[in-house]
């Protein structure tokens, strides 16, 4: 069993590049030779070796690991995969504005200024003050169709085809980090 004192003092040696302190029922601190700390929980689902991030110390102290790796057990009991069960719960709380922001901080890095503008532009005059409150679960076609209407309705038909296209890159960004799940 870890104790607070052990997670605050513990150092990777100079010889390793990362190690593993147990604290018990698959729950461990991985501690790397740059100084970081992990809380990481090693578990099986349907045969498979499986690995929960649960957060950094000393954000997440040694009592809040215990209760998420309390959790994730709980949910394995229910025939829950855990990883699954993070990222359904990340999910129902991400809002359109919020995947939005994440995904343009990445995007924009790889694209001409101009273009960056031109999607900052319909996002934030067309989208967001209609549907970026909105968790991204609950947005469904329609929803995004009454969107691309108010700009088809303006005449503005060239830029509705752009926001579309925008919308899709954003909803299959959320996809691939999770916080949009298909049902």
Not at 112 to 137: D, F
Request: some cysteine; glycine content about 8%; overall charge positive.
């Amino acid at each position: 069993m870890l104790t607070a004192l052990k997670v605050r003092k513990a150092k990777c040696p100079p010889d390793k590049r990362r190690i593993k302190l147990y604290d018990g029922q698959g729950l461990y601190l991985l501690v790397t030779d740059k100084g970081g700390k992990y809380w990481r929980m090693d578990y099986r689902y349907n045969g498979k070796r499986k690995t929960l991030a649960l957060g950094v110390y000393p954000e997440v102290s040694l009592e809040e690991a215990r209760e998420a790796a309390l959790k994730a057990r709980k949910a394995l009991r229910q025939g829950i995969d855990p990883v699954l069960a993070k990222r359904l719960e990340r999910a129902q709380g991400t809002t359109v504005r919020e995947l939005y922001e994440e995904w343009f901080s990445r995007h924009s890095k790889t694209i001409a200024p101009k273009t960056a503008a031109r999607i900052t532009s319909l996002m934030e005059r067309y989208t967001l003050p209609i549907i970026g409150n909105i968790p991204v679960q609950q947005i469904t076609p329609q929803t995004v169709l009454s969107v691309l209407r108010v700009l088809e309705a303006q005449g503005k038909i060239s830029s509705a085809h752009k926001l579309r296209k925008i919308i899709g890159q954003l909803f299959r960004y959320g996809l691939a980090t999770g916080a949009v799940m298909m049902d």
